[in-house]
């Protein structure tokens, strides 16, 4: 079931949301996949658009956010949470609402004879 700001038109404006419940559904991780497409179906200039862009700043931002993913230690998990917060303040600031949910993965193997 999904619901909320869907759809043509769309107000413009902040606090918009989507929710999509898949609660009563059986997923696979690892064949799950989204796609969001935001339209204001106005035609943009790439160029105009690519010049807006602070190339050093981008570069330097992704520097600090890419690292360990290492779940099990410690200095990843710092580094982890870090950037959780970076970008969890970061979208607050410009208006959109943060929430986190649980997610909890099992992995079943099969079993060999």
């Given at each position: 079931?999904?619901?909320?700001?869907?759809?043509?038109?769309?107000?413009?404006?902040?606090?918009?949301?989507?929710?999509?419940?898949?609660?009563?559904?059986?997923?696979?991780?690892?064949?799950?996949?989204?796609?969001?497409?935001?339209?204001?179906?106005?035609?943009t200039?790439?160029?105009?658009?690519?010049?807006?862009?602070?190339?050093?700043?981008?570069?330097?931002?992704?520097?600090?956010?890419?690292?360990?993913?290492?779940?099990?230690?410690?200095?990843?998990?710092?580094h982890?949470?870090?950037?959780r917060?970076?970008?969890?303040?970061?979208?607050?600031?410009?208006?959109?609402?943060?929430?986190?949910?649980?997610?909890?993965?099992?992995?079943?193997?099969?079993?060999?004879?």
């Open positions: 079931m999904t619901f909320g700001d869907i759809g043509y038109p769309v107000v413009p404006g902040k606090s918009k949301k989507i929710v999509c419940n898949y609660s009563q559904i059986v997923l696979d991780p690892a064949n799950l996949k989204f796609l969001l497409i935001a339209d204001d179906l106005h035609d200039d790439i160029g105009d658009l690519l010049k807006q862009v602070d190339t050093p700043a981008l570069i330097t931002l992704m520097k600090e956010i890419a690292g360990p993913r290492n779940f099990k230690d410690s200095k990843s998990q710092a982890l949470e870090a950037v917060k970076y970008l969890q303040r970061s979208f607050k600031e410009d208006g959109l609402e943060v929430s986190r949910q649980p997610f909890n993965m099992r992995i079943t193997r099969p079993r060999t004879s």
